[in-house]
């Protein structure tokens, strides 16, 4: 697998393009500041008066209605929630696109799955940068970058490829590097690690060994720290330096307790769940249900998600943080 920087870019492909960007939120305030600063010429596409048209007057970057920066664009990028593409699309993207502007999506989930079915006269490509928006404009500002992984989809100009390469350097991502991808591999991926392992395997991980620590006498307080709060020390060093970092950092108890205990906890058998999951995504039965969900007004959602929160670390974490004094934003943030 090779791992594309800077000089892998062809730096024309977007020359003199009009990049019209559709959602003003983590990612797409983002990606049009450092399109901006990268000598791109960007408009946001927000309602007037709304957040977004609010946050990007602030940002100074170019506003304009959708309907108006859609049909200006020779690129569009959808960073608007997987669950609002498709409408977009439909009655805004569609009838007011130029014809050969080029559709890029952060995540693949309206192509993979066939919500959004494009125009056959259009490029369609993906950049996925592999952080939220706050840490791509952060890196940026450095002079640093976030990895972004980058797909085609469609490709009729025969240059939908240098495209997507030249939009991913100019938000930073060919200085963390570019990994060539599918629609499928990322979507399909991205959705199995948030499930699996980073929103739902670790949130129920950690709130289970909070119930049993507290269901066998111990103080709740006590049960935060150990199993959500010192969570943190560890993802970091995972993030700096792999399993091995942790194996350095750790004591020796806890490697061996480590190494002899944590394949009780992940057996075979949950293996086997994780692989479920796995098949639900790729078999789209976990989006035909999230769609439906969504359609019939979210209640299921909306119960499972609050019952989440009405969990009793919840409660327990939100005393103990209030004395945390480092994690309050200082009040000129």
């Given amino acids: 697998m090779k791992v594309y920087g800077n000089d892998d870019v062809q730096d024309d492909a977007l020359k003199n393009a009009r990049i019209a960007v559709l959602g003003y939120g983590s990612q797409g305030r983002a990606h049009a500041q450092n399109l901006r600063d990268s000598g791109f010429d960007v408009v946001a596409a927000v309602r007037k008066g709304g957040k977004g048209w609010t946050h990007a007057r602030a940002d100074k970057i170019d506003t304009a209605e959708p309907d108006d920066a859609v049909g200006d664009a020779d690129l569009i990028a959808f960073l608007t929630p997987d669950m609002a593409q498709e409408q977009i699309y439909t009655e805004i993207v569609a009838p007011k696109a130029k014809r050969r ?193 969504n359609q019939a007004g979210k209640p299921r959602y909306n119960a499972m998600l609050q019952a989440d929160r009405n969990h009793p670390i919840e409660k327990t974490g939100a005393g103990l943080r209030e004395r945390m004094a480092w994690l309050k934003q200082p009040t000129n943030a």
Avoid: N
């Fill in 101 to 293: 502007a080029t559709l890029l999506f952060a995540h693949g989930f309206s192509i993979h799955y066939g919500r959004v079915a494009p125009r056959a006269d259009m490029d369609v490509v993906l950049v996925a940068p592999k952080g939220p928006g706050d840490l791509v404009r952060r890196e940026f500002v450095r002079g640093r970058g976030v990895p972004a992984l980058f797909a085609v989809h469609q490709d009729q100009s025969d240059a939908a490829r240098a495209k997507a390469m030249a939009y991913a350097k100019g938000i930073g991502g060919a200085i963390g590097g570019l990994i060539e991808t599918t629609f499928a591999e990322e979507t399909e991926t991205d959705l199995f690690g948030e499930q699996a392992v980073l929103c739902g395997g670790a949130k129920e991980l950690v709130m289970a060994g909070y119930q049993t620590l507290v269901d066998a006498g111990y103080q709740p307080e006590v049960a935060y720290f150990e199993c959500m709060h010192e969570l943190k020390l560890i993802v970091d060093l995972f993030y700096e330096g792999g399993v091995s970092k942790m194996h350095d950092f750790i004591s020796e108890t806890a490697k061996y307790g480590a190494v002899v205990s944590g394949p009780r906890i992940i057996t075979d058998d949950t293996r086997a769940r994780m692989r479920e999951v796995l098949k639900d995504i790729q078999s789209g039965a976990f989006a035909r249900d999230w769609i439906l969900e």
